[in-house]
């Protein structure tokens, strides 16, 4: 058991092994190329998950937790493929750009507040960070344009204090939301501008002379910095655009 995770990463491709230790990639492939290229990833990270949990010895998890891949590859990601499959226009690429490194990073940092006390703690910061993990764009075979994202938001809050004996005491609280966005641009010679659909947190709907576009967006709050949303949470943001056109009406010949 302690090599067989380490098996698993050697059986991967170069490329394949490039992504599990950058955790980013990007590109234009048919669904059926990405589903190739990332169905060994994401099952050599479940296999990795299980020796992480405590399914090999000291050295196989070692192994693991250093070649790890997040877990927004395999439930969100990957399964996103094969849903999207069925709608795409056959041949049509679907760009993708991947980043799961993490959002705790200086160059995903947006602002920081001046140091402030709020007692008992003599220094406090709050660090905010966005993290755009997964944006994607394609074409369905109706002729109508999708694009959507998933980013992190983040808040680090540093806090500082000193006991009674004199001991500094330091530590660092992570919260998370996560918001999810869609953009559907529909052709009007297909679609017409309609007032249905489901309720959501953010709608913009922009008509214009060839096309309608629809925006949708909502924001989830994580229970832990680990925490994936749910895939389905994407999907009712897709079928909510649709539900804002309606198939145009077609005048007789």
Known sequence: M??????????????????VRTRRFSGARTPDEWIALLGPVAE?????????????????????????????????????????????EPGAPLELWVDLSGPLQSGKATRSTPPYKKPPYRKIVDTFYDDIWLQGRTRFADGSRLQFAVIDHVRSTFKEKK????????????????ELTVT?????????????GRAAPKVKLK???????????????????????Q?????????????RVAPARRKKL
């Open 231 to 243: 895939l389905e949470s994407l999907i009712e943001l897709i079928s909510g655009a649709y539900e």
């Open 44 to 88: 050599y990270d479940r296999h990795a998950d299980q020796v992480r949990q405590g399914g090999g010895g000291f050295f196989a998890r070692r192994y693991a937790r250093k070649n790890d891949v997040p877990n927004g590859l395999r439930t969100f990601a990957f399964p996103l493929l094969a849903i999207l499959r069925e709608d795409i």
């Open 163 to 178: 006991n009674p004996r004199g001991k500094i005491k330091r530590k660092t609280k992570n919260k998370k939301k996560t």
């Open 184 to 196: 559907l641009t529909a052709s009007n010679r297909m679609y017409a501008k309609t007032a249905g």
């Open 207 to 229: 008509p214009a002379d060839k096309h309608t576009k629809v925006t949708l967006g909502g924001t989830l709050v994580a229970p832990n910095m680990e925490a994936v949303p």
């Open 2 to 19: 302690a090599n067989t995770v380490k098996q698993a990463f050697n059986a991967l491709t170069p490329q394949q092994q490039e992504i």
